[in-house]
């Protein structure tokens, strides 16, 4: 079943942000191998140029290496995947904080519904 994109921004970036999402979470472990290009591209029901594309923004972070004829595989470096994570939770509250500011939402109510909601 092809993976669900939306129109506002570019394919590969939204598959770079979600393989992101999904080394940070531990889908695929530090050091392992990471599905190729092809079978990517099938599952996310894009071209393999597209993940081609996303993959390489992966690898510019250090998230992914590549090793020779192999392919690629997720960086052992946990650090790097710690604070990756880190940044993308810094990231999802500032988007939180700001659509409440945006609701007319005061700190206090926000954080009043957060511990209702948890």
């Not at 590969?12 to 092809?38: N, W």
């Not at 960086?75 to 007319?104: C, D, F, H, Y």
Request: glycine share 6%; net charge negative; with cysteine.
């Amino acid at each position: 079943m092809a993976w669900e994109f939306n129109s506002r921004e570019a394919i590969f970036l939204q598959l770079a942000s979600k393989l992101r999402f999904d080394i940070v979470c531990g889908k695929y472990a530090p050091d392992t191998q990471f599905p190729s290009v092809r079978q990517l591209a099938e599952e996310a029901g894009v071209n393999p140029n597209t993940v081609q594309k996303a993959l390489a923004s992966l690898e510019e972070e250090g998230l992914l290496y590549t090793h020779t004829t192999v392919g690629r595989f997720v960086t052992p470096n946990e650090n790097l995947i710690g604070e990756t994570k880190e940044r993308m939770r810094r990231q999802a509250v500032r988007g939180l904080v700001s659509e409440a500011e945006r609701l007319g939402i005061s700190k206090e109510e926000l954080i009043a519904y957060i511990k209702e909601e948890i």
